[in-house]
């Protein structure tokens, strides 16, 4: 018994790590209702266990986070995550709702959500771009497609649900030489319609982002 002891304790270890990994992929994964979002797990005193790539790009873009020499978030998100967790715990504020955070920027906003689970925390992170950063990271997601730089112009506004009428005006060109760009989209994008396009727009810049 005493030679096998330490194998035995190894044995042991291992189960319990594949245990721990198990629930935070199932508690992560219950945090996955949408696809544009981004999710970091935490224990219940706030150390950070996981994070999806987009969550680190965020945090890093956002506040300057290290998340190699960190075990927690950025402080002013920490500080934010340490009161919900003490008015969850407060019996007279239990009732009361979650509050977001969010910080803003010259391009937009992120939105921190949070929620409590029994095996850990989950934040939830949502991106919102003003009008022109979102048309910037359009236009970049398109031209990384194959498309020149006015055909991403033409479709990022067709995108926005402008007529060709509407973006000759705001290109200054003629909407005959619209319609011509849009034809030499709809070869490059493997699409044959207007909504076809859109929507094949809308899935390069979320690859993008990603």
Same mark, same amino acid.
């Given at each position: 018994m005493n030679a096998l002891r330490p194998h035995l304790i190894q044995a042991y270890?291992?189960?319990d790590v594949i245990t721990r990994s198990r629930r935070e992929i199932a508690l992560m994964s219950r945090g996955l209702e949408n696809s544009s979002r981004a999710i970091v797990l935490l224990t219940h005193e706030r150390l950070v266990v996981r994070a999806t790539d987009r969550a680190r790009h965020w945090?890093?873009?956002?506040f300057g986070w290290r998340p190699r020499t960190s075990s927690r978030l950025p402080e002013a998100l920490d500080r934010?995550?340490?009161e919900e967790l003490r008015r969850r715990s407060d019996p007279t504020l239990v009732a009361a709702p979650l509050q977001p955070f969010c910080i803003e920027t010259i391009d937009? %906003?992120? =939105?921190? #959500?949070?929620?409590?689970?029994?095996?850990?925390? &989950?934040? +939830?992170l949502d991106e919102r771009l003003n009008a022109?950063?979102?048309?910037v990271v359009l236009?970049?997601?398109?031209?990384?497609s194959?498309?020149?730089?006015?055909?991403?112009?033409?479709? %990022?506004? =067709?995108? #926005?649900g402008k007529t060709n009428p509407e973006i000759a &005006?705001? +290109?200054?060109?003629?909407?005959?030489?619209?319609?011509?760009?849009?034809?030499?989209?709809y070869r490059k994008l493997d699409v044959q319609t207007r909504a076809g396009a859109a929507a094949k727009a809308m899935e390069v810049t979320a690859r993008v982002q990603q």
């Open positions: 270890r291992n189960a945090l890093v873009s956002y934010w995550l340490c937009g %906003s992120l =939105v921190a #959500r949070l929620v409590i689970q029994d095996e850990g925390v &989950i934040v +939830l022109a950063a979102e048309n236009q970049h997601g398109l031209r990384s194959g498309l020149s730089k006015r055909e991403s112009e033409v479709l %990022s506004w =067709v995108v #926005r &005006i705001i +290109l200054s060109m003629s909407s005959r030489t619209v319609q011509t760009h849009l034809d030499h989209i």
